[in-house]
């Protein structure tokens, strides 16, 4: 499958996506994320649903500490560091949470970007907590402990109707009833609609936030009883 699906150009709205790097400003930090479409495509740019998401974590409805985080299909990773900041140890000297450990995955081709940009952005002492590591959707699924993950994230990563069953099987594997899956996406066509009756047919799904300024919609889905619909 190819990584490159859409024709370059460098003008418009395509031409953030040509920057070697996009800066941003999360969890009290500035973040520098390295970029590298002409070489590796949709996999290295930030997508406006990543930045959407980030943006959702640090609202901070969620509560990122102590918890398993597991970002599927993670590009250049935006979510994923920012939930391994946001989720970092409490201060109480008392009960001290562990921190957010985040599990951040994509496709082979994609990894060392991804790997750079966690050490560019993470101190130190978060470091430890995070973990790059190949997740192609549906493949050696043996190697994550099944419903061992609180959180799941997922930026921009229903687009290819071909890889629907085997995102939905990892979701279905990954996720206990206790698991909160957190998508954000931009739903571009009909098969995007799709994706998510299938998922409905699973998890329980609902709408949780649409982001008008760039049409992004974060969706919360859980494995527990059917309730809310889209
Ligand atoms: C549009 S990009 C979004 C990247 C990033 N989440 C963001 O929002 O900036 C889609 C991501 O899904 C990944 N992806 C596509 N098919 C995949 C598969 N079969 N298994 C795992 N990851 C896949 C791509 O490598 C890419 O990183």
């Known amino acids: 499958m190819a990584l490159v699906p859409y024709a370059a150009g460098s003008h418009g709205a395509l031409a953030a996506l040509h920057c070697p790097a996009a800066t941003f400003r999360f969890a009290g930090r500035p973040l520098r994320i390295r970029q590298r479409w002409a070489q590796l495509g949709v996999a290295a740019v930030v997508w406006d649903a990543a930045v959407v998401l980030s943006t959702f974590l640090e609202a901070g409805s969620i509560d990122l500490r102590d918890r398993h985080v597991l970002e599927l299909g993670a590009g250049t990773g935006l979510p994923g560091i920012v939930a391994a900041l946001l989720g970092k140890r409490g201060r109480s000297p008392r009960r001290v949470p562990a921190g957010a450990r985040v599990t951040l995955t994509d496709r082979a081709d994609a990894l060392e970007l991804l790997e750079a940009n966690v050490r560019d952005n993470l101190p130190p002492e978060a470091l430890p907590r995070a973990a790059v ?49 957190l998508l954000a996406c931009r739903l571009r066509y009909e098969r995007d609609h799709r994706f998510l009756r ?25 494995k527990a009883a059917r309730g809310d619909e889209l």
């Open 133 to 181: 590591r190949e997740l192609a959707w549906g493949q050696g699924l043996g190697a994550f402990p099944a419903g061992a993950f609180d959180l799941v994230l997922g930026s921009d990563i229903v687009y290819l109707e071909e890889t629907f069953a085997a995102l939905l099987r990892t979701l279905e594997h990954v996720c206990a009833a206790r698991t909160l899956v």
């Open 198 to 222: 299938l998922l409905r047919a699973r998890f329980a799904v609902r709408e949780l936030l649409h982001d008008a300024g760039t049409d992004v919609r974060i969706y919360e889905a859980r």
